[in-house]
């Protein structure tokens, strides 16, 4: 499995995590990462077209708040939830429990 | 002194907020908003035209982070820092918190 390029740790910044989070689409994927962990890039349910979900994964991949692995024919989605935990602590689990309540 | 429309307190929404959130120069003027109770809407120190400042404000008026005001000539901003605590509980104490720190 091959991993797609992102930023290490403590070169995840405050504002871009912020700027991937603050979309209804990439908000409800990063949910769907929660709850599966190795997820594929699949749209199942988001009426999205695939070019615009690539786009999604890549913006929260690059914000430091998703790693992506090539599986095969398959991308796999993992939530950076500890690398996030520990940068802005506080910030993943006001999303995650505000989101799953709605 | 007239007050510009804003959402309700409890109409404010997650994705909205970090949206409004998810730039740097709004996360700057979120940042002066709490700083200076009152501020006007001007720019100094940030090479943003006019125009592009007034479009930052509305988005975080719109998006409920800030309050507006008509005071004459001026436009007067307050941040929303009571209904943002109530409705997401320690989002803007981390976002205020980490960008002091910077």
Do not use: K, Y
Request: aromatic share 2%.
């Amino acid at each position: 499995m091959r991993p797609l390029a992102q930023p290490a740790s403590d070169s995840i910044e405050l504002v871009s995590v912020l700027h991937a989070l603050g979309d209804p689409v990439r908000l409800e994927l990063v949910r769907r990462a929660w709850a599966t962990p190795g997820l594929t890039c699949s749209a199942d349910g988001l009426s999205v077209p695939a070019s615009t979900l690539t786009n999604h994964w890549r913006i929260l991949r690059e914000a430091g708040v998703v790693s992506m692995t090539v599986d095969g024919r398959h991308r796999r989605i993992q939530l950076r939830a500890e690398d996030l935990r520990a940068r802005f602590p506080g910030l993943l689990d006001l999303i995650l429990g505000i989101d799953t309540e709605s």
